[in-house]
């Protein structure tokens, strides 16, 4: 089970998960609820890690799960659930960043605090310069970034989300990771 009470994407209770969506198809506001409730922090957390800013990552989550809600008929169970979700999510959150082009700095006390004011001062700094170095990377990039390296997503369910093959998304990690260490490399 992950830290936030759920397994990963490629373990999570798919038979809950289409059983729900079937009720809430069906017009149950009960089990849209839950499905909701079931997935909502992992959408907020790759909206935030996405654009940087709480306020619009609470946006996005609000623009997803309204999306959602009209698209679930439209969601033929192809894929898992959690997959066509986690789709729309980096979808959206790619949308916003090419239309705002503004990054706005992560406030890293919400993320991070370490004792002691030298230790803690130091770990706000390479915080604060880890999450601009993801922050400047392009979208494509930074989505693959962010949900195998920061969500911890496997290569298969990553490169399902964003519709790319498994070379692809390692090829858009290996490039990712070389320009995180290059602006990094200050901290080593």
């Known amino acids: 089970?992950?830290?936030?009470?759920?397994?990963?994407p490629g373990?999570?209770?798919?038979?809950?998960?289409?059983?729900?969506?079937?009720?809430?198809?069906?017009?149950?506001?009960?089990a849209w609820e839950v499905l909701v409730h079931r997935h909502r922090d992992r959408i907020y957390r790759i909206a935030l890690r996405m654009v940087g800013n709480p306020h619009d990552a609470e946006d996005i989550v609000q623009d997803v799960v309204l999306q959602v809600w009209t698209a679930l008929a439209g969601f033929a169970g192809k894929s898992r659930f959690t997959t066509w979700l986690y789709r729309v999510v980096v979808n959206r959150c790619i949308?916003?960043?090419?239309?705002?082009?503004?990054?706005?700095?992560?406030?890293?006390?919400?993320?991070?605090?370490?004792?002691?004011?030298?230790?803690?001062?130091?770990?706000?700094?390479?915080?604060?310069?880890?999450?601009?170095?993801?922050?400047?990377?392009?979208?494509?990039?930074?989505?693959?970034?962010?949900?195998?390296?920061?969500?911890?997503?496997?290569y298969h369910d990553a490169a399902a989300i964003l519709d790319i093959p498994e070379s692809t998304l390692r090829g858009r990690l290996h490039r990712a990771r070389r320009v995180l260490l290059e602006h990094l490399r200050a901290w080593t």
């Not at 373990?11 to 009960?30: F, N, Q, V, Y």
Request: aromatic share 2%; no cysteine.
């Open 95 to 154: 949308n916003h960043i090419t239309s705002a082009r503004q990054h706005h700095e992560l406030d890293e006390t919400a993320l991070s605090t370490a004792p002691g004011a030298d230790v803690q001062a130091v770990a706000r700094g390479q915080l604060r310069a880890a999450i601009a170095a993801v922050l400047n990377l392009p979208p494509d990039l930074r989505a693959a970034v962010v949900l195998v390296d920061i969500e911890q997503l496997s």
């Open 1 to 8: 089970m992950a830290a936030d009470g759920q397994d990963r």
């Open 11 to 30: 373990g999570l209770d798919t038979a809950a998960d289409d059983w729900l969506i079937a009720k809430a198809r069906s017009g149950s506001i009960d």
